[in-house]
């Protein structure tokens, strides 16, 4: 069992649909992160929780909406989205700066039709 | 060129060969991580090296790093088909900001 827990495991959305990605870790980290992955490419980050609050946003769309309720949550809520966002989506949790490195989720596969 | 490059980006071997995927980085970092990633699934950590270390080893695995050429190696030695997936390198900035290799793909043929 993954000590970060993604839901759903796999969704699939219409354009026009509002849905969110859910992220759960237990391991007393305080930063979090979403990861978006193509098929055969590395992840590519999304956005940094540090803190509970947002401390990178890497010049995401504004149809990706980050959340981070507590320490121990993490959301991504979509809206509006397109085909070309169909991918892996990918949570991760570590200590404040990557020390130790990362642990990360089963990931969400996202279609979007 | 992205930082974080690895090659080669396939690699195709025979059980019990040794495997080495090296990983090269721009800026300066705290330390240095190998992930593996079975296909279409989550990413696992299996080492992580700090900037002041120049080898380390965990099982079957061996990693070093060369700060002065800001290079890392993986090696994997005794290779099994289960080792078969795509391995990845990540940096990791002061910021938190994470950045990875474009990876490695293995196979381990039986």
């Known amino acids: 069992d993954t000590e970060v827990t993604q839901t759903p495991k796999h969704l699939v959305m219409g354009m026009t649909n509002k849905k969110s990605l859910k992220c759960e870790q237990h391991?007393?980290?305080?930063?979090m992160y979403w990861y978006k992955q193509k098929a055969k490419k590395p992840p590519e980050l999304m956005f940094v929780?540090?803190?509970?609050?947002?401390?990178i946003n890497e010049s995401v769309p504004s149809r990706f909406s980050p959340e981070c309720p507590n320490s121990s949550l993490l959301n991504l809520h979509l809206h509006a989205l397109q085909p070309e966002d169909s991918a892996l989506y990918l949570c991760?949790?570590?200590?404040?700066?990557?020390?130790?490195?990362?642990?990360f989720g089963s990931g969400t596969r996202l279609t979007v039709v | 060129s992205q930082q974080g490059e690895e090659d080669p980006q396939a690699l195709s071997i025979q059980e019990g060969e040794n495997a080495t995927m090296n990983c090269s980085y721009k800026?300066?970092?705290?330390?240095l991580q190998w992930y593996r990633q079975n296909s279409g699934r989550g990413l696992v950590h299996l080492i992580l090296?700090?900037?002041?270390?120049r080898e380390k080893h965990s099982g079957r695995l061996r990693v070093t790093l060369d700060t002065s050429k800001k290079s890392s190696s993986l090696l994997i030695t005794a290779s099994r088909a289960a080792d078969t997936a795509s391995y990845f390198c990540a940096t990791a900035s002061n910021a938190g900001k994470s950045t990875f290799g474009d990876g490695t793909t293995l196979t381990v043929k039986p």
């Open positions: 391991m007393g980290h305080r930063a």
């Open positions: 090296i700090r900037s002041n270390e």
């Open positions: 991760a949790s570590s200590q404040v700066g990557g020390k130790g490195g990362y642990t």
């Open positions: 929780y540090s803190y509970e609050k947002l401390s």
């Open positions: 800026t300066s970092i705290n330390n």
